[in-house]
């Protein structure tokens, strides 16, 4: 991934600030516009490079309020202000009440999706890796309900086509050439650091009934694969003993059941993905492991009526 940052050079964007490098690397035309049309009245903008004449950041500030977009050449693909440091307490006590155990969880922000219900965020670390924790409110007339969405962290999501095959790690372009296979669509999740994720439909048609998923990490290495001749779990019992320790030695996954499971061999690389229902609540969560079974992340949805 090619990271610069770059300044606004079109006129009337003299309140950016000035990171452009050595290189003279200009920001394209389109991109100041699209944000200056969704964005008006914007102060303090800086314009980061996260892939060159593709995809973009700008960090801003609007209404005494911090906030994050981001694009590429044609549209917004995530905007978002902050709302408060701290989360409040009615979703401090929503929390507790979920299954997020040893969770460390910082910064309340608001996405802005015009015409469309609010929808909230927050940055959550587990374990060693961060996530998004993504919050969903509903008035249901007898209360509220509390969804709550745990995803590895991303700041955004772009999407990618069969003509994107370019844009792909080289090392997965080599393991799509050395399968034949080509690119039906994806796409990737970006951190804009190194935790990148590429979630593809990939095959020798991937437009038909022989194509399947494969996720990857930014390296080009395999994180996770849905080929036809996985090997597929029912219960628990039928699950190796790595992951079957995994889940009695660390609540509390010790309470739920398996929705379903596999195990995955695809070009050199192995690995698990157990779906897990809580047996106390409507609370759901995905595990995937490496072939070692170490978890590699989670997934996570749940709901409280409160």
Known sequence: MLVGCCTCWMAGCANVKDLQ???????????????????????????????????????YILNDRKGYAGLDTKQILRNSRMVSAQLPDSLKQFISALSL???????????????????????????????????IFQNTG?????????????KFYAGLGRGDLFRLPTKTQQILAGKKYGLGGGGVWVSGGDDDIYSLNVGPAPDSLTSYSMTFYKTGDI?????????????IDECPEGLRNYLRYNP??????????????DSGASGYFLSLQSSLSSETT??????????IFRTYNGSVKM
């Open 21 to 59: 490098p050595p290189d003279g690397d200009q920001l394209p035309d389109s991109v100041v516009r699209i944000f200056n049309d969704a964005v008006p009245g914007a102060q303090q903008i800086v314009f980061k490079t996260l892939e060159k004449d593709w995809l973009y950041e700008v960090n």
């Open 101 to 135: 155990d040893n969770v460390t969880i910082s910064e309340l922000w608001e996405v802005e999706m015009p015409g469309q219900s609010k929808e909230y965020y927050s940055k959550c670390t587990w374990g060693t890796r961060d996530y998004m924790l993504r919050y």
């Open 142 to 154: 007898s209360g509220k309900v509390y969804q709550a969405l745990l995803l590895p962290y991303s």
């Open 223 to 235: 994180l996770n694969a849905f080929p036809r001749d996985r090997q597929i779990y029912k219960t």
């Open 252 to 265: 509390p996954f010790s309470a739920f059941i398996l929705n379903n499971g596999y195990k995955f061999v």
């Open 286 to 295: 995905s595990l995937f492991f490496d072939g070692d079974f170490n978890v």
